[in-house]
């Protein structure tokens, strides 16, 4: 916490934010509806694909790997609240 960054490791993904990027980037994929979104891939399951800022990067997910990333996120942002309230900001 002390370099003001957000680490985030899920499966295959490793995220790395800013406070104020973290919390952009969180409310962001919050409005995402899986099954809005999603498409079927050539195996059969549908995933949901989520741009990245490199137009030649997008990634995919299934929808459990979808929850999970998003219940991780939310998880991660209550911990940093933990935290800035025990350093008092």
Known sequence: MECGMYFIWHNNVLLNFGNKEFYLFLAHIKGYV????AIPFPDGEERLIMQSPASEINLAFAEEEWEDLKDLLT???YLGNVYEILKGK
């Open 75 to 77: 998880e991660s942002a």
């Open 34 to 37: 899986f099954h809005e979104r």
